[in-house]
DNA sequence: TTGTATTATTGCAATATTACGATGTTAAAA
DNA sequence: TTTTAACATCGTAATATTGCAATAATACAA
């Protein structure tokens, strides 16, 4: 009864869901979307940019950092959010790993 | 105060978070592997094969038909539930345009 | 028509996510 | 040191998602 029942799943199924959650939200497309293409990472702009509050904003950077996509400094005044490119890469590579092994054999 | 403020994003960002949206759950995940390896597509096996009861199956295979990824037969007994390749392959290439057209320009 | 097998729907409970106001923290400027 | 600018965190409310038991619907076989 209710949610949650992660631990019957395999490692690289549990992967592909957790990159993907990460997309699931436009809010954080459109910040990735915006930090990506800023050569300044001046944070305070992604509150306007997006136009939800700042803790708001706050908490989804939050959710795009703990999966390793964002780069800089994070602490104190004048921080820089960036995108990991690498890391970045390696998520569009797993899902095209997943796309690629996942094809139709009947109907 | 909650969730949802979907209306002030972009088309494309709300497609891409629609579309992440299906992959971010395991189980969805592991539904679309299995239906897509299998030859015949007895439904019931699903269950099984997961470990999940059947009306939730039946409703993360809900989730999978909105968005249009199932073909086959639909109604009735023995019914077939299979990937649709091309619909598949739309959100492969929907999602590597976003990977190739967001890069990081700072940090 | 009456079972029977298979999937869908409904109703409900548990949990997760989203959002924001209020407040705390941090680092540099004054 | 005090102020200020820029984020983070906390607390809380609203909503969405997940999961299953019970039940309904469907199609075929007997």
Redesign the interface.
Known sequence: MGAS??D???DD??E??EI???????????I??Y???????ICNDIVVE???SQPTISQHLQVINKVGLL??NFKGKSI?Y????ER??Q??TL??T??N???????
């Open positions: 029942k992660l019957i799943y395999t199924i549990s592909i869901a993907a959650k990460v997309f699931a939200h436009p809010a954080r497309v459109a990735l979307k930090i990506s293409s800023q050569e300044s990472c997006i136009g939800l780069k800089g820089c960036c995108l990991d490119v970045f890469q998520f569009q899902l095209n997943f796309f092994t996942t094809k139709a054999t009947c109907c």
